[in-house]
Antibody
Framework: QVQLVQSGAEVRKAGASVKVSCKAS????????INWMRQAPGQGLEWMGW????????NYAQNLQGRVTMTTDTSTSTAYMELRSLRSDDTAVYYC???????????WGQGTLVTVSS | QTVVTQEPSFSVSPGGTVTLTCGLN?????????PSWYQQTPGQAPRTLIY???TRSSGVPDRFSGSILGNKAALTITGAQADDESDYYC??????????FGGGTKLTVL
């Protein structure tokens, strides 16, 4: 079955960077894209961006352009999300999710808590 | 900037029927936005309920259904159960590889 397993919780100082991984199994990694979402404490879900598992093409949410980079390593079926210049309002649980045709998320990682301290 | 709107909260009695809606600030929702719905309980990752307006994800009971009602997407729960008490999020695909989440609806079953 499809599984997305994310890396563990991280604590960073404001201004630092964090890189979260999402290891996929149970399907052909290059056949689907991976999306990243985040959820601040007590808040709703926010779509951050998408990366193609096939060719690494990306789309990022406008409010994160310039601070976020999504990459993949097809040799290990792993997607990565790096967020730079961290601020306290980046404190959130970060999720990866596989997208499927037509345009929905069918499998989710377990989430990774990123805490940014000032 | 596309904004997806949902009711912040809703309540339903056990066994009752509730319809949550999902709108767009830019106009009417159509199937071209491929609305999907996700259920989330505290501390858990979201679970996919409905995609492409009205297709149930694998394993989702048929008391969950999706539709277009007027100018909005809708999620209807028929015969609500206690464990349906969750947050519900709709998502719209707005094209060019971009998705937008609604703010979520907190459903209380009481």
């Amino acid at each position: 079955q499809v599984q997305l397993v994310q890396s563990g919780a991280e604590v960073r100082k404001a201004g630092a960077s964090v890189k979260v991984s999402c290891k996929a199994s149970g399907y052909t990694f290059t056949s689907s894209g991976i999306n990243w979402m985040r959820q601040a404490p007590g808040q709703g879900l926010e779509w951050m961006g998408w990366i193609s598992g096939y060719n690494g093409n990306t789309n990022y949410a406008q409010n994160l352009q310039g601070r976020v980079t999504m990459t993949t390593d097809t040799s290990t079926s792993t997607a990565y999300m790096e967020l730079r210049s961290l601020r306290s309002d980046d404190t959130a649980v970060y999720y990866c999710a596989r997208d499927q045709v037509p345009y929905y998320f069918d499998s989710w990682g377990q989430g990774t808590l990123v805490t940014v301290s000032s | 900037q596309t904004v997806v709107t949902q009711e912040p909260s809703f309540s339903v009695s056990p066994g009752g029927t509730v319809t949550l809606t999902c709108g767009l600030n830019s106009g009417s929702v159509s199937t071209s936005f491929y609305p999907s719905w996700y259920q989330q309980t505290p501390g858990q990752a979201p679970r996919t309920l409905i995609y492409s307006t009205n297709t149930r994800s694998s394993g989702v009971p048929d008391r969950f259904s999706g539709s277009i009602l007027g100018n909005k997407a809708a999620l209807t729960i028929t015969g609500a159960q206690a464990d349906d008490e969750s947050d519900y999020y709709c998502v719209m695909y707005v094209g060019s590889g971009i998705w937008v989440f609604g703010g979520g609806t907190k459903l209380t079953v009481l």
